[in-house]
């Protein structure tokens, strides 16, 4: 498979050769590496690599010679980490970017604003995908961003480079379990089926200590959220959601909703197939029915896995599993539709309550929610007490 290669004006010079691609884009990672023998040697930072028609490429960012083994490693951005290497900001004396046209129109307007025209263009023809009063979070990273508004329309991001530019355009997810086009026979994969999940969320908003605000959410069952607990005892499985910069108590309901329903999505499917059989988008939700231990999911693909050895390329395909089984998302808020996010999740063990008579789970859960958790890592209760005896 050629794998071209550009200056750093776009421009294509030739086909590496002889190369070792891995390249990862979605929920995380959105880069690439490619290792050449030192012989084959020819890119430099800035440039850019390319397989025609597909959204496999990116930017190098750094060159590295390991002259014991003899070979040059490239390593980059793919096309979706130079779009997540942009922020969005709302307008001056706004509070947040306020979205509204056919979403392709929206994807233009949003590459226009983080200047990155020079790379990108948009699908002319309409994607049948209407953004409709959509709150962009606020300083949100570009491709995060842009999944984030189209999964509130039920909507992906395909891109593909055409010799001169990536081609963003919006399309509406396909769902794999309904039209029947992927056969479980046809996949090499791991299925893990979780049926314990987080059911009550403790969501926390303004205010301090005693006058801090508190809403209790719960999931039923079947996954329906509500403030009505219906799971107790050994059932119950709690979890806190800290988000002290919310606006307002409907705001702390609608943001804790979304992630208790991100957190009631924890079945996990690993896929590996050959792509010129399926394809499918970072989106696509795909099905797989293990037959040793009936074990049925239906998941998301959040991230895709693509290597290129000795010419033969494999492609994989991932769900987001956080810690612990929990699902992942691009921030620790997992809002979308306009919700915003921007609270910070930590999981506590189902027995700890913030009412707890217990001096030290009081004290352990007043070291997580004073803590400065990064908003990409969910902390276990075990961290909380190894970070409390610490200090």
């Known amino acids: ?93 706004q509070d947040y970017l306020t979205l509204n046209n056919e979403a392709n129109g929206v994807l233009n307007s949003l590459i226009t604003r983080m200047g990155l025209t020079s ?26 961003g842009i999944m ?27 769902d794999h379990t309904k039209d029947g086009s992927v056969s479980s026979d046809a996949m090499s994969f791991q299925v893990k089926k979780t049926s314990k999940k987080i059911n009550h969320l403790i969501c926390l908003g303004q205010g301090e200590l005693k006058d801090r605000t508190v809403v209790h959410l719960y999931a039923d069952a079947s996954g329906s959220i509500s403030q009505t607990q219906t799971l107790t005892g050994a059932d119950e499985y709690a979890a806190v959601y800290d988000y002290p ?18 957190l009631q999505k924890q079945d996990d499917l690993s896929v590996s197939l050959n792509e010129t059989e399926y394809a499918f988008d970072v989106g696509d939700i795909v099905s797989a029915i293990d037959n040793v231990t009936g074990i049925s999911v239906s998941v998301p693909i959040s991230k895709k896995i693509v290597s290129i050895k000795n010419d033969y390329m494999s492609v994989s395909y991932e769900t987001a599993i956080g810690k612990n089984g929990t699902s992942s998302s691009g921030s620790s808020g997992g809002s979308s539709g306009g919700g915003g996010g921007g609270g910070t999740f930590i999981n506590v063990d189902a027995a700890l309550s913030l009412t707890s008579a217990n001096p030290v789970q009081n004290k352990v859960v007043t070291a997580a929610l004073d803590s400065k958790v990064d908003e990409d890592e969910e902390m276990t209760i075990l961290d909380v007490v190894n970070m409390w005896n610490d200090t």
């Open 1 to 93: 498979m050629d794998l071209i290669y550009t200056n750093s004006s776009m421009q294509a010079i030739g086909v590496m050769k002889a190369y070792d691609l891995d390249l990862a884009f979605g929920s995380d990672e959105n880069d690439f590496e490619i290792k050449v023998d030192a012989n084959n040697h020819c890119c430099e930072a800035g440039y850019y690599v390319y397989i025609i028609g597909t959204e496999y490429g990116g930017v190098i960012d750094a060159v590295i010679s390991d002259t014991e083994t003899g070979e040059v490693t490239y390593t980059g951005r793919t096309w979706h980490g130079i779009l997540n290497s942009k922020v969005i900001c709302p307008d001056a004396g």
């Open 119 to 144: 790379i990108f263009t948009v699908n002319i023809y309409a994607s049948d995908l209407e953004i409709s009063n959509y709150k962009m979070p606020r300083y949100v990273t570009g491709y995060d």
């Open 148 to 174: 984030q508004m189209l999964k509130s329309v039920n909507g992906k991001l395909v891109l593909s480079f055409d010799g001169e530019k990536v081609i963003l355009s919006a399309a509406p997810i396909a």
């Open 245 to 262: 910069s919310t606006e307002s108590t409907q705001k702390l309901i609608a943001d804790g909703t979304s992630r208790l329903a991100e």
